[in-house]
């Protein structure tokens, strides 16, 4: 899709998208790792919306998670083939340990997984399109011809349009 690359290393979060990326992110993880059961429903909740992490820690471990789980037999080893694959990098300043511990508030945090993914996806889906929907008022802003023009301003309003569909209260900045 256009704006996926368009946007993939261009972090235009401001600090409140930040928390809502960083938090659905975290959620999907969790769930990912401690219900197995789940795994094929957030890999095609992510796929079908065109969906990357944001967050580069959780994106970098959602790739080592991938990589992982095409060498192990049992969905059950993951986590703790994950924990040992982190325990051997060198140099690895990233704090995981919330992922594969589960304490009360975590527990509950997980608690109906089906109506969390819902929610962590719509979570991302709309950062997701609130970045392009920056991406493409810069890009109209910066049009240098009246076809570009055209170009990004009908996919801004389509950005709009999907924002307005997946949020009903979502109001333009």
């Known amino acids: 899709m256009l704006f996926r690359s368009a946007i993939k290393r261009k972090n235009i979060l401001d600090k409140s998208e930040k928390n809502g990326s960083e938090k659905a992110e975290w959620l999907l993880l969790l769930i990912y790792l401690h219900h197995p059961e789940y795994r094929e429903i957030i890999l095609e909740s992510l796929d079908e919306k065109?969906?990357?992490?944001?967050?580069?820690?959780?994106?970098?471990?959602?790739?080592?998670?991938?990589?992982?789980?095409t060498q192990i037999t049992n969905p059950r080893d993951l986590m703790s083939t994950l924990q040992n694959h982190l325990l051997i990098i060198e140099n690895q300043n990233r704090d995981f340990n919330s992922l594969f511990h589960l304490n009360e508030h975590t527990s509950q945090e997980i608690f109906q997984p089906e109506e969390q993914i819902k929610g962590a996806?719509?979570?991302?889906?709309k950062i997701s399109l609130m970045e392009y929907r920056r991406y493409c008022q810069e890009q109209l802003i910066n049009a240098l011809d009246s076809n570009q023009r055209e170009f990004y301003q009908q996919e801004f309003y389509q950005t709009v349009n999907k924002l307005i569909k997946i949020d009903p209260h979502y109001q333009q900045a």
């Not at 065109?50 to 789980?69: A, G, H, K, S, T």
């Not at 996806?121 to 889906?125: C, L, S, V």
């Open 50 to 69: 065109d969906l990357i992490f944001n967050v580069p820690d959780y994106r970098w471990l959602w790739q080592v998670i991938l990589e992982l789980e």
């Open 121 to 125: 996806i719509i979570a991302m889906q």
